[in-house]
Nanobody, 123 residues
Framework: VQLQASGGGLVQAGGSLRLSCAASGGTLRFYIMGWFRQAPGLEREFVSAINWGGDRTSYKDSVKGRFTIARDNAKNTVYLQMNSLKAEDTAVYYC?????????????????WGQGTLVTVSS
């Protein structure tokens, strides 16, 4: 399956963006989908994930209450709604797919990755 992330851009602190991750070449229906981010000079880190049924989610502590992950299996798309953005949210955001049976937060368990979309939050 190939993943295409989009929706990044430049936004002021306190603003919102919605990232999308569209899949092609296969269905996302039985994949756990995750969002990760990587800021310059830092390692890629877990942001959020959602199980294939959409009824279980996980978030990095610093984004809880501000970010919401959702998926539309019929459209083969996963979303990350980001509100109340902060300068420290600036990073390249990647979507990823995992065939694990439970949500995991480590990059090694995600076999498929999108190309990344840049989010820049100005303070």
């Amino acid at each position: 399956v190939q993943l295409q992330a989009s929706g990044g851009g430049l936004v002021q602190a306190g603003g919102s963006l919605r990232l999308s991750c569209a899949a092609s070449g296969g269905t996302l229906r039985f994949y756990i989908m995750g969002w990760f981010r990587q800021a310059p000079g830092l390692e890629r880190e877990f942001v959020s994930a959602i199980n294939w049924g959409g009824d279980r989610t996980s978030y990095k502590d610093s984004v809880k209450g501000r970010f919401t992950i959702a998926r539309d299996n019929a459209k083969n798309t996963v979303y990350l709604q980001m509100n109340s953005l902060k300068a420290e949210d600036t990073a390249v955001y990647y979507c990823a797919a995992s065939r694990a049976s439970v949500i995991l937060t480590t990059t090694q368990r995600y076999a498929h990755w999108g190309q990344g979309t840049l989010v820049t939050v100005s303070s």
